[in-house]
């Protein structure tokens, strides 16, 4: 679906694409290397494979990715709330493609735990393959952004120190609800992260809050590691991390850039 910038509503009608990530890959297309932001925009419309209007469907996470890198303690009012120390460089970890769930979609609690965390954050979406390229030219790898919640078992990330189980849970990788295309440009420095727990606000700080930039996080991921199309990155979460309990529903949204609200029910 393509909009103005707008939010779609309900009723605005949802067309099938071809996957613009996988087209942007030879490996899987066949052709040279591919900007996924292009090819968003101008792939043709597929309505024998899909033609609805938004309501009707069950929303799935809006990318595939390769892998899912993430960052760790990336605001210092949540590293503060934490008890830990702000960190040098950026923390990072990984989560399996099977954590993700998409908005609307019930995540079902592990249970025999104490506490387990919403964690709202934003999802940059890589549009071109990369490798060691340097801070100015990070954003031209962007294809676009997306919303995330990177729920956190407190239990496990205390016990194993590492932190592949306790965030690697299936569902425990919310995205959406959709990907919104905006290549080689940054965000508006005042555009603030949300996360509510049933409709209570709970977390709300600005990117400018971020200790290491998008444009820094990619370029240092990039140093040891190429990025691809589709490739996912959560960028930290702010203060305000709040426990989860069957029955709640968390939403996380996006002020001074509309990205619609990622709403995932609890049980």
Known sequence: MRTDGRAPSSDDVAIAIDDPFAAAMSWQSGRPDGDAAELARTLPDRPELLRAPLGELTLQPPVRPGKIICVGRNYAAHVKEMGNELPTEPLLFSKPATALLGSGTPL????????????????????????????DQALSFVAGYTLGNDISNRDLQKLDKQWTRAKGFDGFAPLGPLFRVHPGAALPADARVQGFVDGALRQDAPLS????????????IAACMTLEPGDLVYTGTPEGVSALSPGVTTAVGMTGFTLGELSTPVR
């Open 108 to 135: 079902s609690l592990p249970r025999g735990y104490e506490r387990i965390d919403m964690e709202a954050e934003l999802v940059v979406v890589i549009g071109r393959r990369g490798h060691s390229f340097d801070r």
């Open 209 to 220: 809050s971020m200790i290491f930039d998008i444009p820094f996080v990619l370029a240092y």
